[in-house]
């Protein structure tokens, strides 16, 4: 299943049931779970972890080291979960000295000429259209999904089930379960479609509604917004997270309603 045009290092740890195209390279300290398969023309570099039953397509490069001009050579690593597809000439670069990892979850799609820059953190069924770009350091959350040629900023934090239109400029953090759109980037109501999907119930995505209807479509500001969750909504799960998320968002998060 190793094509004689590839070369794999034989310190590279491969599981059983693998493929390897013709003029892959796989080097020395690299970890591949049963039943991947590693399309053509794919570098992966010391340091990675793949997870099983993964897909790499043509062009992409895994594990290279970081474009960060303080990077000195530390050992760090790319880890990717299981059954994630990484399309045509995506980039993931190895972590730096800030997580010592860049972490891709289980189920993630990754489209074409995706780059995923060092020290990120994917959940688990993270969607990343064609073209998106992430700059190091930035957290996403399971379940979101961002639309091509969108640019995040370095150490934003986007939260599960978000949806982000494309072409958008992630500058802020943007809150769980929120759709944002327009520049600059804003909310743009609750992902409501995704939530249904993922068999969220009616009571419960009109807890959300409610949520952001306060914090984002009032016009209170996020203190007078958080002061408002306190009395208005009763105590649930749900808004926990959000209220923790927004409150643990050193960078801000994104405008509400415009």
Known sequence: MISNLSSVSSEAKIGTDVTVEAFTSIYEDVTIGDGCHIGPNVTIYPGTRIGNNCRIYPG????????????????????????????????????????????????????????????????????????????????????????????????VHIGAHSFIA???LIRKNVPPFVRAAREPLSYAGINAVGLRRRNFSDSEIKVIEDIYRILFVQNNNITNGLQCLETEIADHELKKLVVDFVKNSEKGIIRGLM
């Not at 189920?107 to 993270?126: E, F, I, P, S």
Request: glycine share 12%; charged share 15%.
């Open 166 to 168: 494309g072409a958008s």
């Open 60 to 155: 992409a490069v895994i594990g290279a080291v970081p474009q960060d001009l303080k990077f000195g050579g530390e050992y760090t690593t790319v880890e990717i979960g299981n059954n994630t597809v990484i399309r045509e000439c995506v980039t993931i670069h190895r972590g730096t000295t800030d997580k010592m990892k860049t972490s891709v979850g289980d189920n993630c799609l990754l489209m074409g000429y995706v780059h995923v820059a060092h020290d990120c953190t994917l959940g688990n069924n993270v969607i990343l259209a064609n073209y998106v770009g992430l700059s190091g350091h930035v957290t996403i959350d399971d379940y979101a999904i961002i639309e091509g040629k969108a640019a995040a900023q370095q150490f």
